[in-house]
């Protein structure tokens, strides 16, 4: 577990390195397409940038502390009918969030009439790049379980072995129906609960990629008029896509300091990106053709990886378990609750 927090850390700042390194010959390769407007303030920018910052990290703690908070709130415990109906609506988001937001933005710098012809107008790099993102998921996913069975099945036979206990000279097999859980039933909990850890892990390296991009952004441009948009738009996405996230990091059932640890890297990462944005203002533009390469690259990624989750991980396996195949009524409104939850984010992407 420490290393897929090392994993998580190295991600982030490599992502940030990249886009660094990318932008050292930015004099050399600007491109003449930013016009100057009356939205370009520096001096308003700023104050709008440090107000970011906090109620953007405000609003993220918000949302993903939110969930974890369920024994204050028993509505939000993991077993209730409104955790399932809200755990919906925020896989709509996550949804939404890949789709309405970091694949269009993939496809404009990509396409960008700043980039050259070829080859990039010749070949769907976004798409390709997405695709290959979301089988890597499931490389990522399907081995780690495959991984985590096998253990299973040696620890099990290891259990078998251990229940020929030795009592006054004669050998006694023990009952695992009676006073102790079956291998089988302890294996199958297991598994599942490694696939919550396994969701909730890459779920949110999936998020950090996309953050880092966004907060850099943010903290580069000098457009008073974007600024002032995006700070209420990414408050309510950050809020949202965290309740998505600690949804999951509930289901984990990791330890308080692993909790505390994720829902700090999530809340953290946009401030961050935004403030190492201010530090590259100077040598960063949005239109320089590098700039639009590995930020395009980086958001085709994140977009593949987060619709993978939130269709596979979260939706289909939310909606083909027992307890939404057994109720219809709850199905109905984790639908309505889908739905809501898309919709809400794709209204954003006007804005952000």
Avoid at 66 to 77: I, T
Avoid at 204 to 223: K, Q
Avoid at 232 to 250: D, P, R, T, V
Avoid at 320 to 337: C, D, E, R, V
Wanted: charged share 15%.
């Amino acid at each position: 577990m420490a290393s897929f927090l090392k994993f998580h850390a190295l991600s982030t700042f490599l992502a940030v390195i990249i886009i660094f390194l990318s932008c050292t010959p930015l004099a050399l390769a600007k491109c003449e397409a930013e016009s100057e407007n009356g939205c370009h303030d520096k001096a308003e920018s700023m104050k709008l940038k440090v107000i970011a910052i906090v109620v953007i990290l405000v609003a993220s703690m918000i949302g993903v502390c939110l969930p974890l908070f369920s024994r204050l709130m028993p509505a939000l415990r993991p077993d209730r009918d409104y955790f399932t109906v809200v755990k919906a609506f925020a896989s709509g988001v996550i949804l939404a969030t890949g789709y309405m937001h970091v694949l269009p933005d993939s496809f404009n710098d990509l396409t960008s009439d700043c980039l050259p012809e070829n080859p990039w107008k010749k070949f769907p790099f976004t798409t390709f790049v997405a695709m290959l993102s979301a089988v890597m998921t499931l490389m990522v996913d399907s081995f780690a379980m495959s991984i985590y069975k096998k253990h299973c099945a040696k620890a099990s036979v290891v259990d078998a072995s251990d229940g020929a206990r030795l009592e006054n000279g004669n050998v006694q097999i023990e009952n695992f129906g009676h006073g102790h859980h079956h291998p089988l039933e302890k294996n199958e909990t297991s598994s599942q609960l490694l696939r919550h850890r396994v969701i909730a892990q890459v779920l949110e390296l999936g998020i950090i990629v996309h953050s880092v991009v966004i907060g850099i952004g943010m903290g580069a441009s000098d457009n008073k008029c974007t600024i002032r948009s995006l700070i209420a738009a990414l408050c309510f996405h950050q809020m949202f896509e965290g309740m998505g996230l600690g949804g999951s990091i509930l289901q984990a059932e990791y330890k308080l300091k692993m909790k505390a640890t994720m829902a700090f890297f999530f809340s953290t990462t946009t401030p961050l990106g935004i403030v190492v944005g201010i530090g590259l203002s100077r040598v960063y533009s949005e239109t320089s053709p590098t700039s639009l390469i590995v930020v395009g690259l980086l958001n085709a990624c994140s977009a593949g990886l987060l619709n993978y989750m939130a269709l596979v991980d979260l939706l289909a396996a939310e909606f083909m378990g027992p307890k939404l195949q057994t109720n219809m009524k709850l199905q109905a409104w984790s639908y309505i609750a889908v739905l809501f939850g898309a919709g809400f984010m794709s209204l954003m992407a006007k804005w952000a």
